[in-house]
Nanobody
Framework: QVRLVESGGGLVQPGGSLRLSCAASGFTFSSYAMSWYRQAPGKERELVAS????????NYADSVKGRFTISRDNIAKTVYLQMNSLKPEDTAVYYCHAERTIPNVAYWGKGTLVTVSS
């Protein structure tokens, strides 16, 4: 059974930090590119950050560059999102996403809520 379980969300003040984790099971984690998406109330889901299978390359949305860092541990089958200098506009449900292209297969986690507020 495929599972992506996010954790680490919560309430944080502006300027604060959080570290999200996504624990994977039920598939060959190292064969999948991993990403974090987020969806704010009333908005579409958007890509926040992605990392290649071996972790050699990363990509970030312009809105989080320099503040967020994605990383992965293929032994622990976990992907992380370190979020620093958080802003109220970072408030959203954050989703973990796994994808491989050949064959095309993708999985989603259920999300973890991040609220940035004073």
């Amino acid at each position: 059974q495929v599972r992506l379980v996010e954790s680490g969300g919560g309430l944080v003040q502006p300027g604060g930090s959080l570290r999200l984790s996504c624990a994977a099971s039920g598939f060959t984690f190292s064969s999948y590119a991993m990403s974090w998406y987020r969806q704010a109330p009333g908005k579409e889901r958007e890509l926040v950050a992605s990392i290649t299978r071996a972790g050699s390359s990363t990509n970030y949305a312009d809105s989080v560059k320099g503040r967020f860092t994605i990383s992965r541990d293929n032994i622990a089958k976990t992907v992380y999102l370190q979020m620093n200098s958080l802003k109220p506009e970072d408030t959203a449900v954050y989703y973990c996403h796994a994808e491989r292209t050949i064959p095309n297969v993708a999985y989603w986690g259920k999300g973890t809520l991040v609220t940035v507020s004073s």
